[in-house]
C-alpha cells in the first residue's frame, strides 16, 4: 500500500520530541486552513511567513499577474490563452475540471486549493505549451521565460523565500502531469533550486547541515539521472563504497562530512558523462527540467503505454512547479499516504499507513515499518483530524473513493495529492452500493462504477493477493482465476489422474479438439502458444477454467514430459498454480480465495437487470454449464455446440464410425448408436433451463477433428507392424485386422485433409452433404423436447444452422429439421414450439440477409467466424502479426476480444437492417466470444439485438454491460 | 455431322430404280410448294391427297377451330389461351417467336409452316398444358381430349387418313420440345398409331408387309421403353436369338414372319412387365405419349440438367405430334442431315450428308456410308433444288446458319427440323464476319454470335477434331489446348528431361508452389485432385498450358513412377496426348491443329476493341508470358506476382536464407542478394510492356511455401543421419553441418506451420512486419524503372499493396513505397510516373473502401480471395462440396468460375462506390481468375471498372465479353 512519498525529505534530526507531545500550536482544524506551526522548527524557518489562507471559494486572481505576461507580438500567449496557472491554498486559477489542459494532477491541486485544503503552493504549465514545444522543434516559446519567472515570484510570495538566493533559498519540486496517468512518464525531480549558494543558505537558516547535504546530493542524483540521463547505479556506487569505507551500513549512518564528499564525488561523475559542470544557476536548473517533462511525453515507455491504451499522442502533458515542504524535520513530521474507505474490501474505513520524521523513500526502503493511519490519531490528534475532515470533503466533493498522499511538517498539514482510488472489483462493488445508500451517487452512476471485465475477479477462486509469489514465468490471463494442480503433458494423463481425484494442469504447447477431454478433467490450463482466443483460451473460458495462454519462456518436451523455463525444469506431477487474472506461472502452491455472490454483489446486478434491454444469454454444452450460467444469472442458452458432446469417450468411436462409413447405410448404423446419447444431452440441457430457449447448433466443425491424429495413428501402425511377427499366429491375425482398420483412418485423414479448414467442409455443408447428420440431431432434439414436455417441462429448443451464405442452404437444413418434428410429434402426439434460424457467420450471409430471413425464425451472429472472414484473419494464426498490429496502432485492439466495430460492424448493421425488412419479428442475438465484451455489448445495444449470448462467467459482466449501454444511452440522448 | 433420324422409317424396298433417273415429277421449287409424287410410290398412296400448299404468308386460322373446343366453365382452356396449336405447310396458328408456349421444335416448326416450307402436317401442345398437368397432380384436365380430338382430325385433313382407322391410317410421332434443348427429356415415339388392325390396312395400302411389321415392332419397342420404362435390353435379346436361330447377321435378313414373331414376342414381354396387355386403342397410345413426355419433364436427367444450365424448372415442356413420313420407301426416297455452311470452317459451302431409301437408324448402324450432298443434286435435281432453295431461304430468315434434317418420300421433300447450327469457334468467327460482308447482320450481331469463352478454342493448338481417339480417362478441362509428350511424375524430372528437348506432361496427384518449375518445363498438367481452380489449373491457365485437372479415377503411384487408370498402367516416358478443352486423356500421341489469329479473327476483335469501354489487361509474371498477351491484345498489366520470380532454382536460396535469418542483418544480407534478380525481373516485363502500365504486386504468399516441404526435410536428415556413421571424419562434419542446416528449417517450418495459411501471415501483413522485403521489391521496381526510362522506354509502374484491410495497413506500406522512389529518383537525378494501389480482396477492404482510398490510387479486386473470405470457402478444399452443391441447385454455379454477383458484387459495388466517394478519379480494376469470366465483365462493365485483367490466353475473351457488355447496355437503353 506504500508509495514513494512525492516530496523529498532532509535526513532526520538528532532532537527527537517525545511521543505524543505535540511541539508546535495546534492548526485550527475546522476551517481547514493551514497554520504556521512552531518557529522553533526547522521547516517553521522555511515557511515563514504562514501559508496564504483565505476563504473557501474563488479568490480573485491578483491583478498584477498580466502586467509582465508578453504579448502575442512578443511570442506570448493568444488571447484567450494561458500558459501557467498558479495555486495556493484558498485560490487557484484553474479547477479540477481542467484536466485538458492541466492534466489529471494539476487539475487535482488547483481544485485543492481553491477548496481551502492546504497544498504546497505553485503552479501548472499546461499541455498546450507541452504541444508548443513540439511545434517549435523541441524549444520552449521565447516569450516562456518571462511568464516562468513572474509565476515563480508567486511562489515566492507565497513562501517568504527567493528561488536561488543566498538567504532563505526557495526549493521546488517538478512533476509531470498528463491528462491520464501515465507510468513512463518522467520521475518527479524534488529540492530543484538547490547549489553552493543555496546551499550554504539552508544551512544557516536550518543550522541543519547533515539535512542540506543529503537533500543536495539526493538533488544531484535525480537531476543528472532524470535530466541528464545518467544512470543511478553510477551514484549509487559511490555511497556504496563510502559506507564500505565507513563500515556502515545505512545511509543515516554516515556523516556529514561523507555527505559533503559524495555530492562533489556526483558533480565531478556528471562533469565526466556530460563533459560539462552540473549546471549551477537554479533558473536553468528549472528550464532544463521543465523541457525534460515534455521530451518525456515522445518516449518509448510513453508512446508504447499511450497505443496501448488508445491515448491520443497529441494530448501532451502538463508541467507542475511546487515549494518543497518536508515531513521529516521531526517527530512532529510524518509522511502518509492513505484511501478514504478500504481499497480491498471496500469497508468504510479510514485507511492507510504513516511514518514520523520519515520520507516515502523510508518506507520502501524497509528500514521501519509504517504505522497505521489510526495511531495518527493519538500521535498529532489535531493533524488527524484535519487530514479526516479534509479527506472526507475531498471523497464528498469527488463523490468517489479518494487515495490521498500528505506531509505533516512540524504539526502542519500539507495535502499533496488527492485521486481517486484504484481498488478491487470486490471493494468496487461495495463501495457503488455503499455510496448509493448513503445519497452519495445514484444507482446508475453505481451501475457505471464498475468496470464490468472486473466482475471476473469475483467469479473465480482467486489467488491471495497477500500471498508472497513469484512468478516462474507470465503468459496472457486467458481465463481468469486460480488453479493448482499437478502438471500433466497429455489429454489422457489429465483423464487418468483425475479419475484417481487428483487436480492436474494440463500443459500443453497448443491445446485442440482432442485435448477437450483433458480440459474438461484438468483444473486449469497452460498453452506455450496461442493467443486470448486461441482454442484453449476459448475453451476453457467457456469451461470457467483457469488458462494461461502463449506463455512463451516455457518451453514443453511432450517426450520427456517436463518442460522448462529459464534454467527451471518442471517434471510431470509436479505442483504448479497458474493465476488466469495475471497470466502468472507459480511453482507450488499458493493459497486461494472463493468468490461470494450475494450481498452488494446481488444487489447491483439487480438494478442493472431492471435497467437493460438487452437479453443475456449463455453458450453451454453441457447441463452443469447451464446450470452454474443460470446461477449467475443467463436468461437462456444462445449457443449449444452439439459437436462437444461428440468428443466423450462413449461418443466418439460411434462418431468416427460415422466418418469411416463407405456406405449410406453404413453411416446411418452409426447415427442410429449416436442418437440415444445425443437425445440423453440434450434432455439434460433442456431440463436444466427449464422455461427458458435454448439454441441448440447443429454439428459445426470438420469431421476431421473426430479422428485421431495422422502422427498419432502413423506412430500406431508401425508399432503394431513391428509386433506382428513376434506373437502367435492368431494374435497377428487381430493385429493385421487392426493395422488394415487404423490404415483406413489414415486413407480418411487424407481425404479429409483441408489446406484451410475454417473455410472448408464444415457447418452446414456437412448438414447437405451429409443429410443423415442433420437427421440424426434433430431426432435427438425432438425426442428430448418431447420427453420433457409430457413431464410437463417447458421446453423451447431453437435449432441453429450453421456457416450459412444462402437462402437455399438455410432451406434444405430447414426443411429436414421441420420435417422430423413433424414426424415426431405426430408419433409422440404432442407438440412443443420451436425455432429455426441461422448464424450470421459468413460475411456473404449478413450481406444476403434479406433473402435469408425468408426462412430464417431468429439470428445469431457468430462473431468470432464473421470477424476471422471478414478481416481474413484466421485466429489460430493471427498472433504473429495481430500483436505487431496493435503495437504499432494499424488495429486499435484485438478484434477477437472486442468486435471491430468500423469494419465488421458494418455487417452486423447491414444484416440486422435486411434481415428485419423482410422479417420485422425477427429474433438477433449474438453468440460469439465477443458477446461478453462490454463495449461490443453497448453496440449490440445500439444495433437493437435481442440478446447477447457468452460463456457463463461473463454473464454477468454481460449483465452490468448492457445496463450501461442503457445509461450511455440515456446521457447521449440528454446532450 | 450424322444425327439420328427424327422420322421413322420402314425398311428398304427390293425395287430399286437407277442413279439419277428421277422417278417422280418435278416439284415446281420456284414457288417452294410441295407437291404430289407419282401415285405409282407407296408413299403416294400414304400421302395422297398432296400436302396442302398456299401462298407464304399468314395463313387465316380456319374459323372452324374454335367450335368444338370446350369452354372454360366445362374446364377447357381460359380467355385468350390456347392449348394447342396446329400447323401444316402454308398455315400455322402459332409462329417462330413463340418458343415460351411452343417450345424451340414446335415454334421452328410453326415458323416453317408458315413459311411454306413443306413440313410433316401436325400440331403443337403447349407449355402451359405441362404446368396444368402438374398443377393437376399430373392429369391432363377432362376437357383435353376433346381439343386433343380436334387437332387430330386436322391432321387427318391435311393427310386425308384416319387415326386408327383400318383404311389409310394415320400414324404419327410424338416428341417432346422445351424452350431450350434438354438432353434427358423423353425420346421420340414413332409410328403411333399402329395396332393389328392399323397394321392390316398398312399392308393393305402398301402391299409391303415387311414395311408394316417392321414399323409396328420398332413401335412396339420405342413405346415399352419411353412410355412403359422396359429395359431396351430385352427386347434387343429377341431379336438377337431369332437372328441366331436364323444364322442370319443384319436385321434386314429376317424374313416378315420373322418379323411378325418378334412383334408378338414383344407383346408378350410387355404383359409379363406391366401385367396389362400393351394398348392397342391409338388413342390410348396417344394420350400416354402425351403424358410421358410430360412426365419426363421432371425425371432425374432433366432436372440435373436444368439445375445445372440455370434453366428455370417452371417453363415446362412443349409435345409436338405430327404426322409420319417415310424415306425408305425406294430409291426415290432419302433422308438427310445439313448446314447451310461448313459448320467445321464456316466456309460458304451446302454441306450435309444423306442416304437414299434409308432412314436415319441406317445411317448410325454403319451399314452403309452416307453420301455427300453435293451427289444429292444429281441424283435428285429437283429435290435437290428446292432443298437448297429453302435452306437458303431458313438461313436468310433466322440469319443465322442452319441445322436441317429433311426426308424425300419418292422424290416429294419433306423439311423435318431446323435450328440454328452449331459451330466450332473458328466457324463461328468466320460466319459472324461474313454474315456483316453479306449484308445479313451488323458488326453488333457479330460480335453477340461469338460466345467469349469459345475463342479460347483457337488460341491454342488443338487436337484435330478428325482424329479417331479412345481416351482412357476424363477429368476437369482446366485450361484448354492439346498436349502430348512423355509422362514425368516430379518437378525435377519434368525440368530435368525438358532441359534435354523432350517434351513432357507433368503428371501429379495436386500441384503445389513447389512445382512452377517444374509446370513451367512441361507441355501439359495432369493433376488426379483439385478442381477449375486448383493450383494446377490456375497457374496452367495463367502460362497458357494445357491442363486436365481433378481426374480422379487415374491413381497415381510417386514412388514406382507409373499411373493406372483401372487396368492400365501408364509409366514414365511414356507418351500420353492431354486436350485441355475437353478434360481428356489419351494414351499416345494424337495429331493437333496449330491457332491462327489473323483474318476474320482480326476483324472481329478491331470491332470489339472499337465497341468497348473496359479497359483489358494481363496477368503476367514474365517478359514472355507479357508479349505473348501483347500480341492477344493486352493493353497493361493488371497483376504481376512477384512471388512466381522467387521460385526461380537462382533465388530461391536467397530467398529460404530470407525466411531463415535470425536478425534483421542477416535477412538485409539475403535481400541485398535478391535485389539483382527482381530489379533485372521488373526490367523485362516492364520493357517488354513499353508505354503500358504494368501492377506489381508486393509479395503475397505466406512464407512457408518458399521452404521445402516438411516430409521432404525430415527424410533428407534422417538419410543424412543414416549417412554420417559410413563417411570419413571430414566428411562427417560436413554432414553434420548439412543436418544441422536443415534442422533449422525444420524449425522454421514449425513456426511458420498455419492451420489455415489462406488467413495468415501473407500480403501485406509480411510487408508490414518485415518492411525490408517490400523495400527490397520498391527498389528493384524503381531502379528498373530508371534504368529504361534512361534509355528512353516509357515505363508506368504501378504498386500494388495485397490483402489490405485498413488504411493503417496502406499507408504503412505506401510510405515504404513513396520513401524508396524519392531516394532513387533523386540518387538517378530522373523521375517516372508511378501510382500506388492496393488490392481489394478481404472483405473489410470493401467495406472500408472510402476510408483506404484516402491513401490508394487505384484498387483491384482480387476476386478470388474476396470469394474465399466472402463466401466461406477456401478454393483448395471447396470441391468437396461445391460440387454437390451446384448440383443441387443451392448455387447456381462454381463462384470461382462466374464470379457470385449477388453476394459478392455487393461488396464490389459497395467498394466502388465508397472509394469513388473519396477519390472520384479512382482507378479500379479486377485482376482475380473472374476477369476473364465474360458473365463478370459485364458485371464489371455495369459497375464502371476502368478494366479488367486476366491471363494472356483470356485476353481476346475480355475483349469480346468487354464488347458484349456494351451492346448488353446499349439494348437496354433501348428498351
Redesign the interface.
Known sequence: MNKKSKTGSPRLKASRPKAGEPSNKKAKAASVKAKSSSPSSTIEKLLAPPIASGPVGNPKPRPSVRVSIPSPEEGGPKPGEQWLYSFVPGGAEGDSTMRDLLGGKGAGLAGMAKAGIPVPPGFTITTAVCNLFYENRMHLPRSFKPILKEYMERIEQAMGRKFGHGDKPLLVSVRSGAKFSMPGMMDTILNLGLNEKTLQGLIEETDNPRFAYDSYRRFIQMFSNVVLGIDKDVFEEVIAERKKTRHVKKDGSLSVDDLKDIANAYKKIVKQHIREPFPDDPWTQLMMAIEAVFKSWNNPRAIAYRKMNSIPSDLGTAVNVQAMVFGNTGEESATGVGFTRNPSTGQKEFYGEFLTNAQGEDVVAGIRTPRPLSELSDLMPQAYKQLKEITTRLEQHYRDIQDFEFTIQDGNLFMLQTRTGKRTAMAAVKIAVDMVKEGLITKNEALLRIKPEDLDQLLHPRIDPNAAVTPIAKGLAASPGAACGKVVFTSEDAVAMAAKGERVILVRTETNPDDIQGMGAAVGILTTRGGMTSHAAVVARGMGKCCVAGAESVRVNEERKTFTVGPTIIREKQIITLNGSTGEVIQGEVPTIEPELSGEFATLMSWADNLRKLGVRTNADTPEDAERAVKFGAEGIGLCRTEHMFFAHDRLPHVQRMILADSAEERQLALNKLLPFQRADFKGILRAMAGKPVTIRTLDPPLHEFLPSRKEITEEIAAAKAKVDTVSYEESLQLQAQIADKERILQRLSELA????????R?C?LG??FPDITEMQAKAIFMAACDLAKDGIEVFPEVMIP?V??L??LK?QKDIVDRVAEEIFKKRKLRVKYLVGTMI????AA??ADSIAEAAEFFSFGTN?LT???????R???A??LV??VE????PADPFVTL?I???G??VEMAVAKGRQTNPKLKIGICGEHGGDPRTIAFCNRMGLNYVSCSPYRVPIARLAAAQSIIGDVSDAQK
Chains 1, 2 share one sequence.
Open positions: 483441408e489446406v484451410n479448414p475454417m473455410l472448408g467442409h457447418g455443408r447437405i452433404t456457416l451464405g444462402t437455399a442452404e434444405n457467420e459468413v460475411p456473404r450481406l444476403m467466424d476471422q472472414m471478414t478481416m481474413g484473419f484466421s489460430d494464426d493471427a504473429k502479426f505487431p498490429y504499432k496502432g494499424i488495429l471491430d468500423e469494419g465488421v458494418q455487417l
